[in-house]
């Protein structure tokens, strides 16, 4: 089965919803990154102080200093993953899209947790298993965790229903990550500060796709929570 979405209609539909709503689009990104990033810079700063010293308590009392700060960098991706979906799946409806939905977990928090967990697992696998399957399954699950926000799957219906929705696009996915990725990848000739641009668009043009495979396939068997969301 060959998409009937057209790369052109996908970096569009990018282009004009991340333009729609451009400063709370940029700027959710770049709070989720300066959000999760405090806490990594902090665990570097842990860890020279650890590396230059031999003292028994320094060491344990830095040691635990670093694990929490590791423990809250992850909560805090996670928080922030799933609220910059809502508000970009939001943006691709025509919703209403907020600032407050970046820190909003919509009880989905363990849920994601796990699923990000299981496709960093079969993604990792796959690697392990000479590069290629790791791709293709990455591909295949890449719309995992959107289907935990967007539908309330668990896990294991996410990962099926990313199958099911990229069944017969592998291909043109493929296609269309490397495209998003050169898109970024060209900005090196204006110092990445096209970046700015590049990223918020790119976001939004997967997040379309998402959305536009997922419609194409609403007339399949969907878990009962899937059918309550979607209607």
């Not at 860890?47 to 320094?58: E, F, K, P, R």
């Not at 910059?84 to 907020?98: M, S, V, Y």
Request: glycine share 10%; charged share 10%; net charge positive.
């Amino acid at each position: 089965m060959q998409s009937q979405l057209t790369l052109g209609e996908a970096l569009k539909a990018g282009w004009n919803k991340a333009f729609s709503r451009f400063g709370l689009i940029l700027g959710t990104l770049v709070v989720a990154g300066i959000v999760v990033g405090i806490p990594s810079s902090m665990r570097n700063i842990a860890n020279g102080i650890l590396q230059g010293t031999n003292n028994s308590a320094t060491i344990m009392l830095v040691g635990l200093i670093s694990l929490a700060l590791l423990v809250l960098q992850y909560w805090l991706q996670i928080l922030t993953g799933i609220g910059l979906i809502r508000i970009q799946l939001n943006t691709i409806d025509d919703k209403p899209a907020e600032f407050t939905q970046l820190f909003n977990s919509e009880n989905v928090f363990w849920t994601y947790f796990g699923a990000s967990i299981l496709y960093g697992l079969i993604v990792l696998g796959g690697i392990l298993l000479l590069i290629i399957p790791g791709i293709y399954w990455a591909i295949k699950y890449q719309f995992t965790l959107n289907l935990v926000v967007d539908k309330k799957l668990s896990p294991v219906e996410a990962l099926r229903e990313s199958g099911r929705i990229t069944q017969g696009h592998k291909w043109w996915l493929l296609g269309f990550g490397i495209v998003l990725g050169l898109i970024n990848l060209a900005t090196i000739f204006t110092l990445f500060l096209g970046l700015v641009i590049t990223i918020p668009v790119t976001v939004m043009a997967h997040m379309y796709v998402y959305r536009q495979f997922s419609l194409q396939k609403t007339n399949a068997v969907l878990p009962k929570a899937a059918k309550k969301q979607a209607a």
